[in-house]
């Protein structure tokens, strides 16, 4: 008889890379454990994608009514702001998806246990639960994807309350009169637009000359510039260099050229990036390699130089996402099992979720001209697209980037109200290898802010009906 602590697997953290991938091995007839600090969803449930996305909705229903209901003929007296209700509710949502991993776990025979984990053996883990408690399984192999933490600048050390990490920046309890951003990446963008929607004056550093470096910076640029409108204020070039708390404030000294600046807050969110988690792990004793930067190294299987031991998701590096996390898990569960899982990193989308939302997947045209590919570029504008007209949300482009000889779609970049949601059928397109014709000759319902990927599409062919 087999005993009841001994598994196939043992995945170490329940984010999307170690909940999916504990699934689907446990799918695949694997017998299955998932340990977790207690965070069943991982950053992106409990700290992440979720509750931000959560606050950044609510904020924008509170902007939208403040600025654009009256517009539509719909007048609200005394309008105001129920921060603590506003945080409830995302609580109660991140609560509920929270428990539904739970619930998963159990409909997939994956059983879960709260505690740190440490590799102990290449075929053993331990699990030391909070009140010091340790429970050993035996396992055949061992899935790392243990995730990422938001990184320290030196000079602005985290100190939870003035200088805080996007955790905190989900959570504070009032409207912070004024908010420092370090950080023009999607999280800074994100959680600066929250805030200044509910009424912060937020001043976004960047030391790249635009926001959102990895995007698109024609769409960047053309985003930035609604940004501003919506209140948000971007130096750019800045270098923050030093956080210093006085009185009941914080003060950031940044550097821009040759000259010191400093910015007084209230509160200063640092988002410049996130790093591994590999502390703790057990790595070294049983071998496991990583790289300069502190990733664990996995081949092209997640399989690490230890035999038995993968990894996945934010831990190995790449791009920092969800649902890369999530694929990466799905596959390299198929492929313990001898099954053929694969990740096309060739369409991971990206997506910022302000508003309008950036989303993008493959190359920019920069990217393919830098590779020295010769494309063509179809372009919409979303003002030209009815549906956009009649919901009040016109502001954006689809661009739509293809090879010139072969007509393969090569990339897509959207900035519009839905482009999150837009961004998926593109992605399929690339993944079927389509040509911009494919896309320019499929029905696409009327009138739905899709017509206007179909429109860069046919556009590509400069024959684009609409503008
Ligand atoms: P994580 O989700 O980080 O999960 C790792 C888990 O491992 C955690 O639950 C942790 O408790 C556990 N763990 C770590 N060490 C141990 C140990 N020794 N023992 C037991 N458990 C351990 N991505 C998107 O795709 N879309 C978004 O909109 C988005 N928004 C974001 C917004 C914010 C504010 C942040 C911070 C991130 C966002 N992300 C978003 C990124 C996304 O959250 C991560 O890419 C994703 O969560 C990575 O998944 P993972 O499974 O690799 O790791």
């Not at 959560?54 to 939208?64: C, F, G, H, Q, T």
């Not at 609580?91 to 509920?96: E, L």
């Not at 955790?167 to 959680?191: H, N, Q, R």
Request: aromatic share 6%; with cysteine.
């Amino acid at each position: 008889p087999v005993a009841s602590n001994s598994y196939d697997l043992v995945v170490i953290g329940a984010g999307p890379g170690g909940y999916v991938a504990a699934i689907r091995a446990a799918q695949l007839g694997m017998k299955v454990a998932c340990v977790d600090k207690g965070w069943w969803g991982g950053t992106c449930l409990n700290v992440g994608c979720i509750p931000s996305k959560a606050m950044l909705d609510s904020s924008n229903r509170y902007y939208e009514a403040k600025t654009k209901l009256a517009g539509h003929g719909i007048n609200i007296g005394n309008l105001s702001l129920d921060l603590p209700k506003l945080l409830a509710r995302k609580d109660q949502v991140v609560k509920g998806m929270t428990g539904g991993i739970t619930y998963l776990f159990k409909k997939n025979k994956v059983d879960p246990y709260t505690g740190t984990g440490r590799i102990a053996a290449k075929d053993t883990v331990e699990v030391k639960a909070a009140d010091g408690k340790t429970t050993t399984l035996k396992t055949k192999k061992i899935l790392i994807a243990t995730g990422s933490i938001p990184t320290e600048l030196p000079g602005l050390p985290f100190d939870g309350k003035f200088v805080v990490t996007s955790t905190e920046a989900l959570d504070f309890k009032e409207v912070p009169k004024k908010l420092i951003v370090v950080g023009g990446g999607y999280i800074g963008v994100e959680m600066g637009s929250v805030w200044a929607r509910l009424g912060s004056e937020v001043v976004v550093l960047e030391f790249t000359p635009g926001i959102l470096p990895l995007m698109d910076q024609e769409l960047a640029g053309r985003l930035q510039v609604l940004l501003e409108k919506q209140g948000l204020k971007f130096k750019f070039g800045a270098g923050a260099q030093k956080a210093e708390i006085k009185g009941d404030k914080v003060h950031v000294t940044y550097k821009v050229g040759d000259k010191i600046e400093t910015e007084i807050a209230d509160k200063c969110l640092v988002c410049t990036g996130r790093k591994p988690i590999v502390a703790g792990l057990g790595l070294d004793a049983v071998g496991v390699e990583l790289d300069q930067r502190g990733f664990v190294k996995v081949d092209a299987h997640y399989k690490t130089n230890v035999d038995g031991i993968y990894a996945i998701g934010d831990v190995i590096g790449g791009l920092m996402l969800a649902h890369k996390a999530e694929e990466e898990g799905v596959a390299a569960a198929e492929l313990m099992v001898g099954k053929a899982g694969h990740v096309n990193y060739k369409t991971v989308p990206g997506v910022v979720y302000t508003h309008p939302e950036l989303a993008q997947v493959g190359l920019t045209e920069a990217e393919a001209k830098k590779a020295g590919m010769e494309v063509n570029v179809g372009k919409f504008p979303m003002t030209a697209n009815g549906r956009a007209k009649s919901i009040d949300d016109a502001d954006g482009w689809v661009k739509i980037v293809a090879d010139a000889k072969t007509d393969r779609i090569v990339g897509v970049q959207i900035l519009a109200g839905h482009a999150s949601d837009m961004i998926a059928e593109c992605v399929v397109a690339m993944e079927l290898a389509a040509s911009s014709e494919d896309l320019a000759r499929s029905f696409h319902a009327h009138p739905t802010l899709s017509e206007a990927v179909k429109e860069a599409a046919m556009a590509v062919d400069k024959r684009a009906i609409h503008v």
